[in-house]
């Protein structure tokens, strides 16, 4: 997992609570929906949890 992984987590994670397509776009400073898609196909219920669980040093 890359650090950068997290940010499309939080991105996924904004879909997944109900936030619309164009908000998160915005916010994610995408230029298009069809780039979004690329960043939020692999979506991983888990993946908080390996965080959490990780021990890799910042």
């Known amino acids: 997992m890359q650090l ?3 940010r499309d987590t939080g ?3 904004l879909l997944h609570a109900g936030i ?3 908000t ?3 916010h994610a400073d ?3 929906l069809d ?5 939020t ?8 949890e390996k965080v959490y669980n990780s021990e890799v040093e910042f």
């Open 11 to 13: 991105i996924t994670d």
């Open 41 to 48: 196909n692999h979506y991983d219920p888990g993946v908080n």
């Open 4 to 6: 950068y992984s997290l």
């Open 24 to 26: 998160v776009q915005h």
């Open 35 to 39: 780039i979004q898609s690329i960043y």
């Open 30 to 32: 995408h230029s298009s």
């Open 20 to 22: 619309d397509q164009l």
